[in-house]
């Protein structure tokens, strides 16, 4: 279950936000500390667990805003996922800051995230578009997609989302998922679109 967390920094004012904190947060924490980067925003690709068990030790040491989808805001805070949380060594989280929706642009210093609401993993799932690098979440993984067998999971929405958010992207647009599923840890747009057999 071990997922990948991004921490995407913006150099004019050394503050960064973290995408999917859950496995080993001090980890976390040191790196952006090494880095002299202050973390000013935890945004969650959606709300299962493996990528929210982390939100409560970030949100602790610097106090970050919390961002996530509006159709996933509930599942954070939810008995199931701060029970999962706990088994996987993290906590329940704190609520969401601020709810998203499709097109919200989410500020780091002067670095604008976009945020792409791509349901079908889960109703709330979002994807990340940043200055060519694309933060797919358990929506798009390299060779393969999310599962949609999960409550709210639908795969024609999911392929939906891939074909109209994530393709028609630029095809040099870097693919950085969820989880190092796939034959390399990141792929290319463009790649994904001729070889990825799921979609
Ligand atoms: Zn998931
Ligand atoms: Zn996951």
Same mark, same amino acid.
């Given at each position: 279950?071990?997922?990948?967390? %991004?921490?995407?920094? *913006?150099?004019? #004012?050394?503050?960064?936000?973290?995408?999917?904190?859950?496995?080993?947060?001090?980890? &976390?924490?040191?790196? =952006?500390?090494?880095?002299? %980067?202050? &973390?000013? +925003? /935890?945004?969650?690709?959606?709300?299962?667990?493996?990528?929210?068990?982390?939100?409560?030790?970030?949100?602790? =040491?610097?106090? =970050?805003?919390?961002?996530?989808?509006?159709? *996933?805001?509930?599942?954070?805070?939810?008995?199931?996922?701060?029970?999962?949380?706990?088994?996987?060594?993290?906590?329940?989280?704190?609520?969401?800051?601020?709810?998203?929706?499709?097109?919200? &642009?989410? @500020?780091?210093?002067?670095?604008?995230?976009?945020?792409?609401?791509?349901?079908?993993?889960?109703?709330? #799932?979002?994807?990340? %578009? =940043? *200055?060519?690098?694309?933060? @797919?979440?358990?929506?798009?993984?390299?060779?393969? /997609?999310?599962?949609?067998?999960?409550?709210?999971?639908?795969?024609?929405?999911?392929?939906?989302?891939?074909?109209?958010?994530?393709?028609?992207?630029?095809?040099?647009?870097? /693919?950085?998922?969820? +989880?190092? %599923?796939?034959?390399?840890?990141?792929?290319?747009?463009?790649?994904?679109?001729?070889?990825?057999?799921? @979609?």
């Amino acid at each position: 279950m071990e997922n990948f967390a %991004y921490l995407i920094g *913006d150099e004019a #004012s050394q503050t960064c936000a973290i995408i999917d904190p859950a496995f080993d947060p001090r980890k &976390i924490l040191a790196t =952006a500390q090494t880095s002299g %980067y202050t &973390i000013t +925003h /935890v945004i969650n690709t959606h709300g299962h667990s493996d990528h929210t068990s982390g939100n409560a030790a970030i949100i602790e =040491a610097t106090n =970050a805003l919390l961002c996530i989808h509006r159709a *996933d805001a509930d599942q954070v805070t939810r008995l199931l996922n701060r029970t999962i949380s706990r088994i996987l060594g993290g906590k329940g989280s704190p609520s969401p800051s601020r709810l998203l929706e499709d097109n919200d &642009i989410i @500020t780091i210093g002067k670095t604008q995230l976009q945020v792409l609401h791509t349901p079908g993993h889960t109703p709330g #799932s979002i994807c990340i %578009y =940043a *200055d060519g690098n694309i933060f @797919t979440g358990d929506t798009l993984f390299v060779g393969a /997609v999310g599962r949609t067998d999960l409550p709210g999971g639908s795969m024609q929405q999911l392929l939906k989302s891939v074909h109209e958010k994530i393709y028609t992207l630029p095809g040099g647009a870097i /693919v950085w998922p969820g +989880h190092d %599923y796939g034959e390399s840890p990141s792929s290319t747009v463009s790649f994904e679109k001729q070889t990825n057999p799921f @979609t």
